[in-house]
């Protein structure tokens, strides 16, 4: 006996009721960014393995241990599946020349993979609405991405997601700062755990970020590299700043947020809720103003963020957000082939008028017909025996609403349906 097939762990099916609620959350953010400026831009879900690498840095938790990647059986090439968009999204940018006639303003959506353990809002196969600025140099493109994030998260009707910043700086100042840092950590060998101790010297300013509760105290007494920035980077952080206070977004400055991909400068920041566990940051980006040089294009600067899909329709759904299954405008029933054959073309020709359609399949009799019309929450089923068949005619029959069923001929039936919806949406005064 064979046993059933099941989906890869961490990597999960979305089924109706939630992938319908997936949409709603989609059409929201393609409103919210067309109201940025901002346009789609969709990138291969596979790129060669070495995009990441240099793009991310070779000693960050992604490109060490996270990646999906494999070889091609054909000719060898190293290709993994993309752990996050922004590198692809400038690989696509290069490649296609896209700064020559100025900044540009893009966004992508789509499934990312991490080889991570699987657990509350952190899958292997996750998706990320990603937020990308190229060619923009000054702090307002930063705020207003921060600004932006304010505003879907009022669009959704969340709340308690709380804003943190902070500034990278320049990478000599983040240079500076790295030695004081190294020589700090050195001195406390001794609370060092065994990843810290690996990263002393390759990647020091994630020891900052550790989650281990034994170094808590020793990190926050570390030298901040807030103390290192020189007037230029103060300037463009104060300026991210000044546009915040002026919008009235609250945010808090955590000297400690890092990032754990190496590609980020100046500006960083995070949305973070408490009310998803360990797994709270709902969004995250910051300025990069190194990466399209360093993937081999004439230096540009550029700032953005990506969102995890996931966790925010946890929050969503936690806060007690509820998608509605829409329902078709009305189902047909029919019996008989004649029956079938007029109920086939009505549904076409309501169709082309605009309503949503669900025609019966699969014959019945004509009471379970009648039950799967009342389970489909159509609020009209339209029948079709042999006799309306004759007659070119169809029986409307209202199933939430007390009324005199009747029969309708095919011309008249698209605005009788018409009529006895729109008289229902203003009942409940949805229109
Ligand atoms: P974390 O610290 O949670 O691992 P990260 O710093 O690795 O996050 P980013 O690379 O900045 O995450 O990705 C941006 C967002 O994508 C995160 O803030 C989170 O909302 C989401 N995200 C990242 N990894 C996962 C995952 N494995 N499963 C679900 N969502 C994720
Ligand atoms: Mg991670």
């Not at 059933?4 to 609620?21: K, V």
Request: negative net charge; contains cysteine; glycine residues 10%.
């Amino acid at each position: 006996m064979s046993t059933t097939l099941q989906a890869i762990r961490g990597m999960n099916d979305i089924l109706p009721a939630d992938a319908e609620l997936w949409e709603q959350f989609e059409e929201t953010i393609r409103d919210w960014l067309r109201a940025y400026g901002y346009r789609p831009i969709r990138m291969p879900l596979v790129e060669p393995t070495p995009l990441f690498a240099r793009a991310i840095g070779e000693v960050t938790d992604i490109v060490e241990k996270e990646m999906y990647s494999f070889e091609d059986s054909l000719n060898g090439e190293k290709l993994t599946l993309r752990p996050e968009g922004t590198a692809s999204c400038v690989r696509a940018v290069l490649q296609h020349n896209m700064l020559y006639d100025g900044p540009k303003r893009l966004w992508y959506m789509g499934p990312m993979f991490r080889h991570e353990r699987p657990q509350k809002g952190r899958y292997r196969q996750f998706h990320q609405v990603g937020v990308e600025a190229l060619g923009f140099t000054g702090p307002d493109i930063d705020a207003e991405q921060i600004a932006m994030c304010a505003r879907l998260w009022d669009d959704l009707g969340l709340e308690g997601i709380r804003l943190e910043i902070n500034s990278l700086g320049q990478s000599e100042e983040r240079a500076r700062h790295r030695a004081d840092l190294i020589a700090y950590l050195e001195q406390h060998q001794d609370q060092l755990d065994a990843e810290a101790k690996r990263r002393l010297h390759s990647n020091p300013l994630r020891i900052l970020d550790t989650k281990n509760p034994a170094m808590q105290a020793m990190v926050e007494a570390a030298p901040k590299l807030m103390d290192f920035l020189g007037d230029e980077s103060l300037g463009h952080f104060n300026g991210v700043q000044q546009t915040l206070k002026d919008l009235a977004i609250p945010y808090r400055i955590n000297p400690r947020l890092v990032r754990g991909l190496d590609y980020y400068n100046l500006t960083v920041f995070e949305w973070v809720s408490d009310e998803l566990g360990a797994q709270g940051t709902v969004c995250a980006g910051g300025r990069y103003d190194g990466l399209v040089a360093q993937l081999g294009g004439k230096p540009a600067p550029a700032c953005g963020f990506a969102m995890g899909i996931e966790r925010l329709l946890a929050l969503w759904q936690d806060q007690g957000y509820k998608h509605e299954t829409l329902a078709p405008d009305a189902y047909f029933v029919h019996q008989g082939a004649a029956a079938g054959r007029f109920a086939f073309r009505a549904a076409e020709a309501l169709r082309s008028a605009g309503f949503a359609i669900h025609l019966h399949c699969g014959g019945g009799s004509f009471k379970s017909q009648m039950k799967k019309a009342d389970a489909s929450g159509a609020p009209v089923a339209l029948i079709v025996g042999d006799d309306e068949a004759a007659e070119n005619a169809v029986t409307v029959k209202e199933l939430r609403a007390e009324a005199e069923q009747q029969r309708i001929g095919f011309d008249q039936l698209a605005d009788h349906l018409g009529d006895i919806i729109f008289s229902m949406e203003d009942d409940d005064g949805s229109l």
